[in-house]
């Protein structure tokens, strides 16, 4: 498949099919480099969607779990922007501090506003968005739907 910017789109393999999220440097260039580099480090494979909450959002990228977990590296500080929280978007999950961001994201089902200005907005689901409809809910989810593989678009084989 061809995409127009291969180096910021990310593909993701989840149990329920591919989703294909547009990366936006321009809007949280930190918080983009950041994702590509666990991506490429396979970080979020097996990663399961832990926090999915019907109308709202489906939330990843902990590799324990839990919604405590991240990634070896540091938090990041905080890109807030005025993207808005709509369906398809893509954010960082954090805890109450502003810059505690660091591997949990979430993919929002609908539109979300009062995230808006509180939370990083780095990416947009441009393919497979039926499929995030899929993903199993809960608060946390039984028998859980998973990322089985993330990649940078540029990485992958043509």
């Known amino acids: 498949m061809a995409y127009d910017d291969p180096e910021n789109t990310l593909v993701i393999e989840t149990t329920k099919g591919r989703v294909v999220i547009k990366l936006r440097p321009d809007l949280a260039p930190n918080h983009v480099a950041h994702i590509k580099t666990l991506a490429r480090e396979h970080f979020y494979d097996g990663v399961v969607f832990h926090r999915v909450i019907d109308g709202f959002m489906a939330q990843t990228g902990d590799p324990t779990g839990t919604g405590m977990g991240g990634s070896k590296y540091p938090n990041l500080k905080q890109e807030f922007n005025a993207e808005p929280h709509v369906r398809g978007v893509a954010s960082m999950a954090r805890s109450q501090s502003p810059d505690s961001a660091n591997s949990q994201f979430f993919i929002c089902f609908g539109d979300a506003r009062?995230?808006?200005?509180?939370?990083?907005?780095?990416?947009?689901?441009?393919?497979?968005?039926?499929?995030?409809?899929?993903?199993?809910?809960?608060?946390?989810?039984?028998?859980?739907?998973?990322?089985?593989?993330?990649?940078?678009?540029?990485?992958?084989?043509a």
């Open 114 to 157: 009062f995230l808006d200005r509180q939370y990083t907005v780095w990416g947009q689901v441009i393919e497979g968005m039926e499929n995030v409809d899929l993903i199993k809910r809960g608060e946390p989810v039984r028998d859980p739907d998973k990322m089985v593989s993330v990649r940078v678009a540029a990485d992958l084989p």
